[in-house]
């Protein structure tokens, strides 16, 4: 389902060194509520991690598929949805997939993306970091970027993932 | 003494998906009346390290905390410095949760849950098994700008009340779940703590207020309670548990409106206001108020009374409705 290369990537037709995880992934509803998580080593000290995120589609626009969702949603956490409710079920479109990025260092949580941009080019240093995520040295050892899949509401969702250290 | 700060217990900045930076936020809050805010971001703690330039430029109290934006409901963790996992929870794990979440300092409360769940809000409507209310520590109550007339605030207000009932004593919030906008002319709500004057750590005060039942929720007037029991000269205030020796004893219930609090950050329309008391029994009274009359006093017979609390009704935006209620005075035999 996803495809890692370790050690060197050709992207762009530039090979680039550092390269821990390059992965892409198919989601589908059923996927919702999950969580997928990425562990890879870091085999020595480093001075950037970068974490390019990206998924699409990010909107459901097939009308006839949100009704249908919206109005089960409606039923389920209005107490008594009444006819005018459920009609109000476009005043909810588009409907979104929402996937976020959080990650763990070998000591513990290095923070969390919860937003809805779609496309993320996210990074850690010793003195900064992405809004989010927590600054702080990168030690070696055992990393993880895990993806908590919110909500997949297209018929499939699609994400690509690239983790990488050094310095561009 | 204690003195009664102004709150906003739910926040987010731009290390989630709010719209300002911690910074921003609190200069914001502090120009609308607050004195303390709540970082409560989603799932991350990274903006605890604005905080100290945070509450020095703007004056104000931040109060660390994080939101666990879940797949099954939003808790917030109220008064951490570190960050409490919620990945590896599920549906029927929420208690070992909250342990969790006490275990690092922190208190836990329910988050808006009667909110519009999956896939319109992701995991916003609550869906956790709870097997231990005792352990939770608070409920965000009103969520929201113009809170009281939404049929979420009104049902979780209903599920808070339901819980008192059933005797577990935990307090009512308002969390705005504030991502930095406007809200137009709508009015905005506010959680009063009372705190002790000369608190000096402000995140240990907050969290003993909200744990305490300290607190008070409006979107205008600030509204205060006390009882005196008959024969008895102690006075008991919100969060209290008065101990009566006698089932026959009456109470003194006084209610205090301070018109004074946020200065021309709100307004009441010019309608007629009411002060009623609420408990397990129902509506026990009711009287009428004004601008001039700033407090009043009921009798309130103590036979199977378990808690008091006092609502505020009047109008608002040309709707009639609550405008502020109170957290508990409890009741129970003994010495």
């Known amino acids: ?168 | 003494m204690r003195k009664w700060i102004p709150c906003e217990l739910h926040t987010h900045t731009v290390n989630s998906d709010g719209e300002l930076t911690l910074t921003e936020l609190a200069k914001k809050a502090r120009d609308m009346g607050f004195s303390c805010i709540a970082l409560t971001d989603h799932n991350t703690i990274s903006g605890h390290w604005e905080r100290d330039k945070a509450q020095a430029e703007s004056g104000i109290d931040i109060v660390r905390g994080l939101e666990w934006t879940t797949f099954y409901g939003h808790m917030v963790a109220m008064g951490i410095d570190k960050y409490v996992d919620w990945r590896e929870i599920g549906p029927k794990d929420i208690d070992r949760g909250i342990a969790n979440i006490h275990q690092a300092g922190g208190l836990a409360g329910v988050a808006h849950p009667f909110c519009m769940g999956s896939p319109m809000c992701t995991g916003c409507y609550w869906s956790y098994e709870i097997k231990d209310w005792s352990k939770v520590d608070y409920i965000e109550v009103w969520s929201e700008p113009f809170p009281s007339i939404e049929a979420k605030n009104i049902r979780a207000f209903r599920l808070w009340t339901d819980l008192l009932n059933q005797g577990y004593r935990l307090t009512a919030v308002s969390g705005r779940d504030w991502h930095g906008g406007d809200c137009g002319s709508d009015p905005v709500s506010v959680t009063y703590l009372g705190i002790e004057e000369d608190a000096k750590d402000m995140e240990k005060a907050v969290k003993e207020a909200i744990a305490g039942g300290r607190a008070s929720l409006t979107m205008g007037p600030l509204l205060l309670m006390q009882a005196e029991l008959e024969k008895d000269s102690s006075l008991y205030a919100l969060g209290d548990i008065a101990y009566i020796k006698c089932r026959n004893q009456k109470a003194k219930v006084t209610v205090n409106i301070d018109y004074s609090v946020r200065k021309d950050k709100w307004s009441l329309d010019d309608a007629d206001m009411s002060i009623a008391l609420f408990g397990n029994v129902g509506k026990l009274c009711e009287g009428k108020i004004s601008r001039e009359r700033s407090e009043i006093s009921f009798e309130v017979p103590l036979e199977n009374l378990k808690w008091v609390r006092a609502e505020l009704y009047g109008r608002m935006k040309n709707i009639d409705t609550m405008i502020a209620f109170t957290n508990p005075i409890y009741f129970e035999e003994g010495a």
Request: proline residues 5%; glycine residues 6%; contains cysteine.
């Open chain 1, 1 to 168: 389902m996803y495809l890692v290369i370790e050690d060197l990537l050709i992207e762009k037709g530039v090979v680039r060194t550092g390269t821990l995880i390059f992965a892409e992934g198919k989601l589908t509803p059923a996927c919702s509520k999950s969580h997928i998580k990425y562990t890879f080593n870091l085999p020595v000290q480093s001075r950037r991690l970068n974490i390019d995120f990206e998924y699409q589609p990010k909107k459901l626009f097939d009308e006839e598929r949100s009704k249908m969702l919206i109005q089960e949603g409606l039923r389920r956490f209005c107490e008594n949805p009444d006819e005018n409710e459920l009609n109000s079920w476009k005043s909810y479109m588009p409907l979104s997939n929402l996937l976020t990025i959080s990650i763990d260092d070998p000591k513990g949580f290095r923070g969390s993306v919860h937003r809805h941009t779609p496309v993320q080019h996210l990074f850690i240093t010793e003195d900064a970091a992405s809004p989010g995520l927590i600054q702080g040295s990168l030690p070696e050892g055992q990393w993880s970027v895990t993806i908590s899949v919110h909500a997949v509401v297209t018929e499939e969702c699609c994400y690509k993932l690239h983790v990488w250290e050094g310095d561009d």
